[in-house]
């Protein structure tokens, strides 16, 4: 694999080369999402790191995530404006191990190059953990989402390559409203957040995302201690 124009040219079935995104698409002829409840996978952290997935504004998909000045909910930035305020809702599930709950933030930064955005929110669920931010990504990787603003699932995929601050994945099915959402290791930290799309019903092409590392060097809420190879 290798970067064409500062994006990774990508293999299609047929011997062609993808750089242009879509956002949101399904790889493969069939959606794999598992209900977040249901999930018995290989992801051990999963029912531990779902806890921190949000829906934003019933569009898109955030992560709260760890970090010195203060956990905040990481996200994509074409979800949201710079100062809008957001409702965030936790526990947006089928057969849900707990109460919905629904706080508003205020997105404090934005950008498109990386594309994320952070919010911080007025109020900081007691029981929720905060996600670790890593820069290692493993062999395998899962994404806890809510596509086109629906309950929470979980979508697993084979970690492809990384390239040029983003990180890209095959096999791992994403919706519009996926946006935003981290990618985990399956240590059950968050290396990226999901930004793009350029999967294909016959398998071919990847889903991307920008890396927590790019995130961290752009932010400057973020610090270098917030995130590790872990």
């Avoid at 242009?20 to 249901?38: A, E, K, M, R, Y």
């Avoid at 809008?84 to 404090?108: A, K, M, Q, S």
């Avoid at 519009?176 to 968050?190: F, K, M, N, Q």
């Avoid at 889903?207 to 790019?214: D, H, L, Q, Y």
Wanted: proline share 7%; glycine share 12%; charged share 20%.
């Amino acid at each position: 694999m290798v970067c064409v124009d500062g994006q990774a040219a990508v293999p299609r079935r047929g011997g062609l080369q993808i750089t242009d995104s879509v956002h949101g698409l399904q790889c493969g002829p069939t959606l794999d999402f598992t209900p977040i409840n249901q999930y018995a996978g290989a992801f051990a952290a999963a029912q531990e790191r779902e806890e921190a997935v949000v829906l934003i504004n019933g569009l898109c998909t955030g992560t709260l995530i760890a970090a010195a000045a203060g956990p905040v909910v990481a996200t994509a930035g074409h979800c949201v404006g710079l100062g809008d305020r957001d409702v965030v809702v936790f526990n947006h599930e089928d057969d849900p191990d707990g109460e919905p709950l629904i706080t508003e933030g205020t997105v404090i930064e934005r950008a498109d190059d990386p594309d994320y955005a952070l919010i911080k929110l007025d109020t900081l669920p007691a029981a929720i953990t905060p996600t670790p931010l890593t820069t290692q990504p493993s062999d395998q990787l899962a994404i806890i989402q809510h596509p086109r603003g629906r309950p929470k699932v979980i979508a697993e995929g084979p970690f492809l390559d990384s390239c040029d601050r983003q990180i890209y994945y095959t096999d791992l099915d994403t919706l519009v409203g996926s946006s935003g959402a981290g990618i985990l290791s399956d240590r059950g930290y968050l290396v990226g957040v999901h930004t793009d799309g350029d999967c294909a019903e016959d398998g071919g092409g990847a889903n991307r995302g920008w890396t927590a590392a790019a995130i961290v060097e752009a932010s400057p809420y973020l610090e270098a201690a917030d995130i590790a190879d872990r």
